[in-house]
């Protein structure tokens, strides 16, 4: 069946700029997640949605990123005003149920000039 | 903060010979331990797994060792096959929740 996609696969945008970067997650997956793998670092986490749930927003590094996901399903990544610190690849995950294995989507690669 | 440490950035092996994949957490709630395979322009896929209530889990070639008192892992690949060739993501949660941990990464590389 088909797994996590991202979309877009790269982002080129100019400092300053909003971005959306969205996931669509495995159909029937009720968790849903975001990374962020900055170089030569680990995978960082952002934020969490379990099903109807209030999301756990812990992970975002600041108020200028926010995420929604709608109907359960898709979901879409915003970062506002973007620096060159966002630069990153922005990973999408989910699984079945809150603890199980996560199956990650490819990714977007965001530059920010 | 960094609770999962993967010191090794790189490893580079002989195909046929056995790779060693190490990972050190700090967090003692950390009780359940998992290592992702990522190819470039891939996401992380999921390769092997470990709670704490086992010293080895295994799985082909591949084996997961936790030793809890020192707070480090190894994953085994055995033998170690060319398309093995990727970066290894440890990674560890409490309590099986949602909150993952990953290291940074090492990237094995398998020589023919």
């Known amino acids: 069946g088909a797994g996590v996609s991202q979309s877009p696969s790269n982002k080129v945008t100019e400092k300053g700029k909003d971005v959306e970067l969205r996931c669509d997650p495995i159909s029937g997956h009720t968790a849903l997640y975001w990374y962020r793998q900055s170089l030569g670092q680990g995978l960082e986490f952002l934020i969490y949605f379990q099903g109807n749930s209030a999301p756990d927003k812990s992970g975002l590094p600041s108020d200028r990123f926010s995420a929604e996901r709608t109907g359960g399903s898709v979901s879409t990544l915003t970062i506002q005003r973007t620096q060159q610190e966002d630069s990153a690849v922005y990973l999408c995950?989910?699984?079945?149920?809150?603890?199980?294995?996560?199956?990650f989507g490819p990714g977007t690669r965001l530059t920010v000039l | 903060d960094q609770q999962v440490k993967q010191n090794s950035p790189s490893l580079s092996v002989q195909e046929g010979r056995i790779s060693i994949l190490n990972c050190d957490y700090t967090?003692?709630?950390?009780?359940?331990f998992l290592w992702y395979k990522k190819y470039p322009a891939e996401g992380p896929t999921f390769l092997i797994s470990i709670s704490s209530i086992k010293d080895k889990n295994e799985d082909g070639r591949f084996t997961v060792f936790l030793n809890k008192s020192a707070k480090h892992l190894s994953l085994h690949i055995v033998p170690s096959q060319p398309g093995d060739s990727a970066v290894y993501f440890c990674?560890?949660?409490?309590?099986?929740?949602?909150?993952?941990?990953f290291g940074a990464g090492t990237r094995l590389t398998v020589k023919p």
């Open positions: 990674a560890a949660s409490a309590f099986r929740n949602n909150d993952m941990r």
């Open positions: 995950a989910s699984s079945l149920a809150a603890a199980d294995t996560q199956y």
């Open positions: 967090n003692s709630m950390f009780d359940y």
